[in-house]
C-alpha cells in the first residue's frame, strides 16, 4: 500500500510528497499549556503520597513512600520548568508577517 494511511482515503496526510510520515504542529504557548498540566497532575501525585505517608507504619514502607514523592516531584519540577521556558519562547517569539 503506497502513500501510507492517507492514500486510502485518497489524501495525503502530509505536505510533502511521496512521505509517508503524519506530521502535526502545536503552537508553543499550547505546548507550555500542556507542560503545566502535567506539572500539576505530577504535584497532585507528589501531595497525594506525601499526606498518605502519615498512615504508613514500616519504615521501609515510609523510606520507599518518600522516594515516590520525590520522584513526582522532581517531574512536576521539570514540567514546570518546560512550561515556564516554553511560555517565554512563545511570549518573544515573533509572528511571519509575509504568510
Known amino acids: 500500500m503506497d502513500g501510507g494511511p492517507g492514500a ?12 509517508d510520515v503524519f506530521s502535526m504542529q ?6 507550555a499549556l500542556f507542560s503545566f498540566v502535567f506539572a500539576a497532575v505530577c504535584l497532585w501525585f507528589a501531595v497525594d503520597a506525601f ?10 514502607q515510609a523510606a ?4 515516590f514523592v520525590w520522584f513526582w516531584g522532581f517531574l512536576a519540577g521539570v514540567g514546570l520548568v518546560l512550561g515556564v521556558v516554553s511560555w ?6 515573533t509572528e511571519d508577517k509575509d504568510a
Request: charged fraction near 20%.
Open 8 to 19: 486510502r482515503f485518497g489524501a495525503s496526510l502530509n505536505p510533502a510528497e511521496g512521505s
Open 26 to 31: 502545536i503552537s508553543v504557548k499550547l505546548a
Open 51 to 60: 499526606k498518605s505517608l502519615a498512615d504508613v507504619t514500616d519504615p521501609a
Open 64 to 67: 520507599g513512600g518518600t522516594d
Open 88 to 93: 517565554t519562547i512563545g511570549g518573544t517569539q
